[in-house]
């Protein structure tokens, strides 16, 4: 005989039969580093750091930190030592190139200020490379990306390809000097060359500073030639300014690399920052009908109860 209480237990699991009794499964025995509450061990956090560190922003970053330091230190001392040059042997009297001097002073003073900008511009773009790594690695999980993120990368963008255009412009300034110093060396290792000929006199052969413009055309003297000339060549003061200025040329060029660099990252950086908000967009869907459809599900279960 089936008393009333079986019959209602029976009836209780047939209409919900995911009402099983509890099954015990086989747990697989803990391998490696990981501790029983799942807590991740100091190799696999050491892994999943080293994961997330932009790679590309840190060389762009280095490279950029590496080529203004040249730029702005060899050039700062490089115009110095032209100043000296000048004032020793070109422009004997100080208001034939009172203007040179100010003008240099002031460029040694943006130098101070582009140091200053690109240090902190650098370590902004190095973490703007780390938020976008993390969220290319959490696209899955609870990251959200947003508008405001999406248009400061693209600001980012914008503002690093007005800075290689800049510094592409500095690189061919920063040539000039070069190009001045080379011909006045050239011309001593002709003079040097010539010493041997005695037909044709060195003194005959003259570099004028005056015809680059850097100071007027009555400075006094103004050029030099000859046994003057080598002497000039043979100080410490060109040899280290033009030396110098050669550095300060590469490191301008190292720092358009490294701006050529960060706008191919950010690029990149922004078009999966894009990726991601779709994917966002896509889970907020996802989520929302999945849960549309678990209150289905427990308004039909109230229903068939309030039937039985």
Not at 243 to 265: D, Q
């Amino acid at each position: 005989v089936i008393t009333r209480p079986e019959m209602e237990i029976g009836r209780y699991h047939w209409m919900y039969r995911s009402s099983r009794p509890h099954q015990y499964h086989h747990v697989p025995a803990l391998r490696g580093n990981v501790s029983p509450l799942g807590i991740q061990g100091c190799f696999e956090c050491c892994i999943k750091c080293l994961g997330g560190v932009p790679y590309a922003s840190l060389v762009a970053t280095i490279l950029c930190f590496s080529g203004v330091a040249l730029f702005c230190g060899c050039g700062h001392v490089a115009l110095t030592g032209t100043v000296s040059i000048l004032e020793q042997h070109f422009s004997t009297t100080a208001s034939d190139h009172a203007l040179l001097s100010e003008v240099i002073q002031l460029m040694q003073y943006v130098i101070y200020g582009i140091a200053s900008f690109f240090f902190l511009y650098g370590i902004i773009l190095l973490a703007e490379g780390f938020y976008t790594t993390s969220a290319v690695k959490e696209l899955h999980g609870e990251f959200k990306t947003t508008a405001c993120g999406r248009c400061i990368s693209g600001m980012f963008v914008f503002l690093t390809y007005v800075l290689g255009v800049a510094w592409l412009g500095v690189f061919g300034f920063s040539a000039v000097p070069v190009f001045m110093f080379y011909n006045i060396w050239s011309t001593c290792e002709v003079i040097k060359s010539l010493q041997t000929n005695v037909t044709v006199p060195g003194d005959q052969i003259c570099v004028d500073i005056r015809q680059y413009g850097i100071i007027p055309w009555n400075a006094v003297p103004g050029k030099a030639c000859g046994p003057i000339l080598e002497n000039i060549c043979n100080t410490n003061e060109f040899y280290m300014s033009y030396h110098l200025f050669i550095v300060a040329c590469a490191g301008a060029g190292a720092t358009v690399i490294a701006l050529i660099h960060f706008l191919m990252i950010l690029s990149s950086n922004w078009a999966y920052l894009k990726d991601a908000s779709k994917m966002q967009a896509y889970q907020d869907i996802k989520a929302k009908e999945e849960q549309e459809l678990q209150d289905i599900q427990s308004r039909s279960k109230e229903q068939l109860n309030s039937y039985t």
